[in-house]
Structure formats: C-alpha cells, structure tokens
Nanobody, 124 residues
Framework: QVQLVESGGGLVQAGGSLRLSCAAS????????MGWFRQAPGKEREFVAA????????FYADSVKGRFTISRDNAKNTVYLQMNSLEPEDTAVYYC?????????????????WGQGTQVTVSS
C-alpha cells in the first residue's frame, strides 16, 4: 500500500495559480502511475490528470487541458499538479491516487491507493 498526502490547496482568485503536491511513501514510487481527481460539492469525483510511471506520458481532462500540468519527481516520491488560469468551476477537493497496474488512466477503479484530499477554492 502507498500512503499519499496532498498539500498546496487553498483559496485563490479567478485567474490565479496554485501548485498541489502529493507525497508518497510505503512502496517504490516509480512503480506507480499517479493521477489527480477532484470532487466538487454535490458532484461525483472526476478525473483531472494522470502521469505514467516514467513521467513520459501525461493525460488531461478536456476541462483542464492547457491550464493544468502534471509532473512527478521520482527521486522525491512526489507528484505535482500546477494549476494556472483557475476558474470558479475548478473549486473542489483534489485527490491524488496511485495505481500499480494502471492502464486506463482516466478511470478511478484503475487506482489502488488514495490520499485524503486538499481543498481548492477559486473565488470569482
């Protein structure tokens, strides 16, 4: 099992930026694909971005493409989500997830371990 701890959330004005971090421990980080998901109030949790084990491949939801960037540092056991041009619609709890055998990166059930989430609030 991988333990995941998110950080970096907060309150920001529309058009601003935030950088989320997710620190992993407990297993060999580079063996896991990593994903970011989010859940807005009253809505189901949805895919945001994912990155392959090596970091070469990245995937994004259409709603964040061009504004968000996922990256990872396998030496630091950390995955990041750089969020630019934030919109009020980005307000949600953001979760990171780790998958040992992930192949379909946009699907939640492809991930084995989840963090507790970090709140992102974008004011208009």
């Amino acid at each position: 099992q991988v333990q995941l701890v998110e950080s970096g959330g907060g309150l920001v004005q529309a058009g601003g930026s935030l950088r989320l971090s997710c620190a992993a421990s407990g297993r060999t980080f580079s063996n896991y694909a990593m994903g970011w998901f989010r859940q807005a109030p009253g809505k189901e949790r949805e895919f945001v971005a994912a990155i392959t084990r090596s970091g070469i491949g990245t995937f994004y939801a259409d709603s964040v493409k061009g504004r968000f960037t996922i990256s990872r540092d396998n030496a630091k056991n950390t995955v990041y989500l750089q969020m630019n041009s934030l919109e009020p619609e980005d307000t949600a709890v953001y979760y990171c997830a780790a998958g040992r055998f992930t192949a379909r990166y946009r699907l939640q059930n492809e991930y084995d371990d989840w963090g507790q989430g970090t709140q992102v609030t974008v004011s208009s």
